[in-house]
């Protein structure tokens, strides 16, 4: 491997360590957001579990984690910060509608935004602040199913999904509507989080709310019906922020309001 690729790629795990765990300050409110959805003892799924910043806010919480990584040098950080954790099991694979392999398009410079999702790349490149972003580098990757992970694991409490446009795919294999969970949306690419809420809403009855990128507050009034979510979520200007979506089931509605 050449060296400048060696220092560009070690320049962006750098980068991605400094920017999830840097802020301390930004811990005590994810804490308190995660544990709207998690209680000691649950089981988290932690999809695209990147440099393990959720893992460890997880475990803070007293929940076991399956954390799912694809790119093989954050498998290697997650495994340096968790691996001893008996708690903590460490999957180095995507996840996908099912089981198989997958092309995984990597970003030297800005690993964060390494992606399954080909065409997701195009859709983003229209903002300008993906404009300078270059995919350079094609991985082959097993790939798992949710339901795959369930029938392995059990069922969890909670399922985090980041993984850059390739969520409604992820979604495409799950077959069961699990308590709570939450998905990456991007306002250039909006359709493709819509398209994810109309897949969970299938799967069963649920509300939403939504949270600007990192903020770790909701950004929203309440509680809303998928529809009125749909419809904020259509209005959010392209160039505006990212953030996540989070689901929750009706029946778990209550433990989720809050405090």
Not at 23 to 32: D, F, K, L, Q, T
Not at 98 to 113: A, F, M, N
Not at 184 to 208: F, K, T
Request: net charge neutral.
């Amino acid at each position: 491997m050449p060296s400048g690729h060696v220092i560009r790629r070690a320049g962006g795990i750098s980068r991605s360590l400094i920017t999830y765990y840097g802020p301390v300050w930004r811990r005590g409110r994810m804490e308190a957001l995660y544990r709207r959805f998690l209680q000691a003892g649950d089981l988290a799924f932690d999809i695209g579990a990147h440099v393990g910043n959720r893992v460890r806010i997880f475990r803070r919480i007293g929940a076991r984690v399956i954390a799912l990584e694809p790119q093989p040098d954050f498998v290697a950080v997650l495994r340096l910060l968790y691996g001893r954790d008996p708690d903590v099991v460490i999957e180095a694979s995507g996840v996908a509608a099912g089981s198989g392999e997958g092309k995984l398009y990597l970003s030297t410079r800005t690993p964060t935004v390494s992606t399954f999702a080909d065409s997701w790349i195009d859709d983003v490149q229209t903002d300008r602040r993906f404009q300078r972003i270059r995919w350079d580098t094609v991985i082959s990757v097993p790939l798992v199913s949710l339901d795959e992970l369930i029938s392995r694991h059990g069922e969890p409490q909670f399922c985090k999904i980041d993984v850059e446009g390739f969520e409604h795919e992820v979604l495409q294999g799950l077959s069961q509507p699990i308590a709570a969970l939450s998905f990456e949306y991007i306002p250039v690419a909006i359709d493709r989080a819509i398209a994810c809420l109309e897949r969970i809403s299938a799967l069963g009855d649920y509300r939403y709310r939504h949270s600007r990128v990192e903020t770790h507050r909701w950004a929203d009034r309440g509680w809303m019906e998928p529809e009125t979510m749909i419809e904020l979520l259509s209005t959010l200007p392209a160039d505006g922020r990212s953030g996540d979506v989070y689901a929750v089931r009706t029946d778990r509605l209550s433990a989720a309001a809050d405090l």
